[in-house]
């Protein structure tokens, strides 16, 4: 079917950027983190160091998920003739709270280079939306409110962002337009990119006039891509996309059930040429029709013991058992040892485990060096719910500083990492906290993850587009209680109580689903 929005995109360079037109300017930077304000792990400025902080001409060729509208943007801006102007890029792998002073020192640090690049065409950003900070609750409103002030109220200001993630009203009266990644796993940032910097394009060039029209979902839930119904539903919202010309983005903002704020919840948004209220009509259908499906979208998941027994029946390997809420992307420390405990206490060998986060174990081991046979007490630290710290003579395989993994076109780095063996298991021990994203990650340590019946992996559904690849079978383990999964029962004090599944339907007989 032809896609409308083809008629959009930009041929040749018009009157804007022909050679006796000046050439537009461009700032750009990226700010970013997930802020689970439930996890006991505050952020300070190393935590965005040791993940990116990358100042101006420093940014790597790669993005790191948020960052992607700098990267993107150089190439459009380099066909168009025009000038980007970029700033700081820094993205800190999900946590707490972020410091006072680190928030505000990374914000001015961006806001002072937008200044000093005035005057500008357009900002163009790379946020999260979950970032929660001391002193502010919403820290992507209080940035782009702020460069609203600076740039003011005619110049284009539009951002990527993340979708799990909080909407709010001070957001939408700073932006023109924001596009969010679809997919979860997020595979599609740098696709996204491309949709933001298209949408900038045509709207800079005169050809269209993007006007955000919001529904407010009322509900907090989660909604994997990689399964129906949110497989379908993403596919309907890209072929609307594809098939309207008014409609210039949809996005379903998911919500961060982790994330204490007032505005916590799932919002549907879309960005038509000028038409706010066919856009609140079709944001009001969609929305409708994603709560009507509340409760279903999630993978169905089971204890460690029901989990253990499941990949112990297996016939062909490897299982990969999920450890979906100990996932150092939703902000917890990724510590938990409830399911090696659970493969210790059975006996289990020929397994692999990546990852444990305790920088403490992996200093000493680097200490110890490889090859050494040491006593060792690791993992468990952070918070209860996460099982209890294991004892036991191990033996040190591999040393690896500054380890990485892939993340689709990207790395995603974890630290200095130790390869340990304990009763016949294969651990990873990191230092800097991150998702099992790629299969990558065992054999940065000298583990080949596909001679292993069983890999545990610390991720809720990033981990699938890779490792689905290579595993025989995929088991989704609640495993201890280090993330707050159930907001019926979450102690919220901030978040708003008017929303599923804290009341049963909050549409009423509109949902058609009651």
């Avoid at 595979?187 to 910097?197: I, K, P, Y």
């Avoid at 583990?447 to 699938?464: A, D, G, Q, R, Y």
């Avoid at 079978?473 to 929303?499: L, Q, S, V």
Wanted: glycine letters at 8%.
């Amino acid at each position: 079917m032809e896609d409308k929005r083809l008629h959009r995109l930009p041929a040749e360079p018009d009157g804007l950027t022909n050679k006796k037109a000046k050439p537009l300017r461009i700032f750009t930077a990226a700010l970013a983190t997930e802020t689970n304000t439930f996890s006991p792990i505050c952020i300070d400025r190393r935590a965005f160091e040791a993940s990116l902080y990358a100042p101006p001409g420093e940014h790597p060729e790669t993005p790191t998920l948020c960052s992607a509208p700098i990267t993107v943007g150089r190439s459009v801006c380099a066909a168009k003739g025009w000038e980007l102007i970029e700033g700081t890029a820094a993205w800190a792998d999900p946590a707490g709270l972020v410091s006072r002073a680190t928030y505000e020192g990374l914000r001015d640090e961006v806001l002072d280079q937008l200044r000093a690049a005035m005057p500008v065409d357009a900002v163009v950003l790379g946020l999260h939306g979950a970032m929660v900070a001391a002193g502010y609750e919403d820290t992507e409103g209080d940035i782009l409110a702020r460069v609203r002030e600076i740039v003011g109220p005619d110049i284009l200001v539009c951002a990527e962002l993340d979708p799990h993630s909080h909407l709010t009203v001070k957001r939408l009266t700073a932006a023109n337009f924001f596009v969010y990644f679809k997919e979860f796993p997020h595979t599609d940032f740098v696709d996204r990119a491309e949709d933001l910097w298209r949408l900038a394009v045509d709207t800079l060039e005169g050809r269209i006039k993007p006007v955000m029209s919001v529904f407010d979902c009322r509900m907090i839930d989660v909604f994997p891509t990689s399964r129906d119904p949110m497989r379908s539903f993403v596919d309907k919202i890209m072929q609307i996309e594809k098939d309207d010309a008014d409609i210039l983005s949809i996005s379903v903002i998911h919500g961060f059930m982790a994330g204490d704020v007032p505005e916590m919840g799932t919002k549907l948004l879309v960005v038509t040429d000028d038409k706010p209220e066919k856009g609140k009509a079709v944001a009001r259908e969609l929305g409708l029709e994603l709560f009507s499906k509340r409760g279903t979208f999630i993978m169905p998941q089971i204890d460690e013991k029901q989990a253990v027994d499941q990949a112990l029946k297996a016939t062909s390997w490897p299982v990969v058992i999920a450890d979906m809420w100990d996932n150092p992307g939703g902000g917890t420390a990724g510590d938990a040892t409830v399911l090696l405990e659970e493969l210790l206490a059975r006996g289990v060998t020929d397994a692999a485990i990546g990852t444990i986060w305790d920088p403490m174990a992996v200093q000493i081991c680097m200490a110890a060096g490889e090859g050494a046979e040491i006593p060792l007490r690791f993992g468990a630290k952070s918070a209860p719910g996460t099982g209890n710290p294991v004892d036991g003579i191990v033996k040190v395989v591999k040393i690896v500083r500054n380890a990485e993994m892939r993340f689709g076109e990207s790395f995603a780095p974890f630290g200095d990492s130790a390869h340990i063996v304990l009763h016949g298991i294969d651990i990873i021990l990191n230092s800097t906290r991150a998702q099992s994203f790629d299969p990558s990650l065992f054999s940065a340590l000298g583990i080949e993850p596909t001679s292993k019946k069983i890999l545990v992996i610390k991720s809720t559904n990033h981990f699938f587009a890779s490792f689905s690849k290579i595993a025989a079978e995929i088991i989704y383990c609640a495993a201890g209680t280090p993330y707050p999964n159930n907001p019926a029962k979450t102690p919220y004090r901030r978040a708003r109580k008017d929303i599923w599944p804290m009341i049963a339907d909050p549409h009423g007989s509109e949902s058609g689903a009651a």
